[in-house]
């Protein structure tokens, strides 16, 4: 006996309900395919395509629009024996059979290629009045998934491609003029940086020039009319920090205006008003974040604003980076209803390394939400392999389409289905790993390092603990292959952190973590998970450089422990570590934020006291390489040598190529010579570029050069 308003889409292995497409539109035609592909994963059979002049009851109508819901929005409803999707536009009908198939018919979507879907020979539909439209007209994340199409539909995600202009979507003004085209004949169109025009790829346009509005325009002109159909278009400044263009009349706007952002805002409001019809994007991004005083952008000015500076083991209210972006959001949202908010989840140097930001998710989201975001951008790891990605993805796509569901909830389901009966023991590690990193009062943000949590969320104790919730999670699903491979996957974080802590203590068993590294690296190949980092760092070559550079048994360096006496000390921040730093026999990482010991635009040097005479034949310092941080090579490295500290003898130098490569590396400066010298004091002596290349991000500003161990043998 069928319950009223009770449908039945197909009964022991036979279809019993049609489809019938109420537009032709390419949204509704990919509405029914993922209907139809679901039915028949779950009963085997496909339900017709039918005209609907030869349906009278048991149809599913898909497609045509629905009165008053926004483009993407839905409603599903039982009318007359048959179901109705409508659409407010957008892709609404394949978001009404989304919801249909996850809410009415058991299915749901976990990762890539990763679904649970229900089998059984008959399909039957309560009656279902169902309306639903996103909070966020644009929605978008660099997610686990985006190679899967119906991933893509499933998690209702946008593509920037499909809505910019010829892709150009963020860091334009590069692609717009580039400086390689107009640099050398035209380097008034670029920043006035630290005394000179400097042309490159990461400076700026003097915004103030009205050459460079008139030549934009006309490129601009150009992109729309290759690319018919498209409305919107990015024209924002390129990556890199503080590269504004510093001329006088670039500089007077800005004063004025009290933010960077007022040139900005007016080159744009004169672009709006230019293309009346067309959508300007602009960046509202690290010297840019804070709105203008005085310029108001105009309604199809889009503000791309970037919280890429903000802390995020609490919400963006309750810690001072936060609520400085909170006081440029607040702002450009009394001037705009039109903002784009590019937000990050994300650890760009150890994608592999717990990343516990799920507590916030919501929280930010709603506040967007509350500022006229309309747009929403979520940076987060999207590869395999990294900081639970998968979770990371469901709930983004979740919360940005409806930021009041309970985040919490979220993730007991997404643990509870994607890995199963190990699901408990993830979510109660998620809680403790919450629960430390609050406690710690730490930091977490988008270049972290395991190694700064080591004295909190990743101590000795909560290490142990993490490690027995994770033994039990693999032990609840060593019969499942399926469950037992995202189970691994999912603890390859922890591995890391094991990894990175290790090489900061001495004394451990190098046996232990020799065998610890083999794990590691044998779970990454069999899960086909190779990079470390944004960098491209990769996981053979940490695991190669590791034996090599922490896990030697003896110390041959003739200067451990030796006193460092500055002629030229290092910038503030590392002066507290830099007096053992350099010669304590433990190497630095992949991120500059412990170990290392950096220098500002300016050169270093210093002496080491090595106690009492030694004889040796080889000096070598181990420098950083993180072109993405500013830290670049210096220039060159030289030594020299003395017995009584005052009279040195010159010991050879090295010189460094400059070299634009993105991944992080240890590049040594070594001197050897061919008879060895006897002396108690080196001195080391560094020299830097001194101003970042017109090529890096850094365009015009000091450059960095940060070193560790100084190697005698
Ligand atoms: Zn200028």
Known sequence: MLSRGQMVLVKDGKAKACIVLADQTAETRQAAEL????????????????????????????????????????????????????????????YGVVALLEQYMGVNYWAYEAYDCPRCPTISLPAIQLQDAPAFRFRQTFSYGNDDPDYILWYRLNNQSEVFASNLWVHTFNQILPASVYGASHPEYYSFLNGQRRPGAHSQWCLTNPEVFELACQKIDSIFKANPGKTMISVSQNDGNNTYCQCEACRAVDEYEGSPSGNLIRFLNKLAKRFPDKQFSTLAYLYSMHPPKHVKPLPNVNIMLCDIDCKREVPLTDNASGRDFMRALEGWGRISDNIFVWDYGINFDNMIAPFPNFHILQKNLQLFKKNHATMIFEQVNGQRGTDFSEMRAYMLG??????????????????????????????????????????????????????????????????????????????????????????????????????????????????????????????????????????????????????????????????????????????ARYRPIADKALTDGLYGGASYVESWVGWEGEDADFVLDMGEKKTFSSVTTDFLMQSGAWVLLPKSVSYSYSQDGKTFTNLGSCEFAEDRDLSIRFVPGEVRVSSPVTARYIRVVVKTIGLCPSWHYGVGHPAWFFLDEVKVE
């Open 35 to 94: 209907l139809n592909k679901f039915v028949g994963r779950i009963s085997g059979v496909q339900l017709p395509l039918v005209p609907s002049s030869k349906v009278r009851r048991n149809g599913v109508f898909i497609g045509g629009k629905s009165a008053g819901l926004p483009s993407d929005g839905y409603q599903i409803a039982c009318h007359g024996g048959s179901l109705l999707i409508t659409s407010g536009g957008g892709r609404g009908a394949v």
């Open 398 to 571: 979740k919360l940005m389409w409806n930021p009041s569901l309970n985040a919490d909830s979220l993730m007991q389901v997404f643990l509870n289905g994607y890995y199963g009966r190990a699901g408990k023991y993830l979510y109660e590690y998620q809680k403790i790993l919450q629960g430390a990193l609050l406690a710690s009062n730490t930091d977490l943000w988008i270049y972290d390092s395991p190694v700064s949590h080591k004295a909190g969320m990743l101590n000795e104790h909560c290490m142990a603990v993490y490690q027995e919730l994770f033994d039990k999670a693999e032990a609840s699903v060593r019969d499942d292959s399926v469950h037992l491979a995202r189970v691994q996957i999912a603890r390859l974080p922890i591995q890391y952190s094991e990894l990175e802590i290790a090489r900061t203590q001495t004394g451990l068993d190098k046996a232990a973590v020799e065998r610890k590294l083999e794990t590691f690296r044998e779970r990454c190949a069999r899960y086909h998970i190779t990079r470390l980092n944004e960098r491209n760092n990769l996981v053979d070559d940490y695991c190669r450089l590791y034996k090599e550079r922490f896990l030697p048994h003896a110390n041959s360096n003739k200067a451990a422990g030796a006193k460092v006496l500055w002629n030229h000390a290092p910038a």
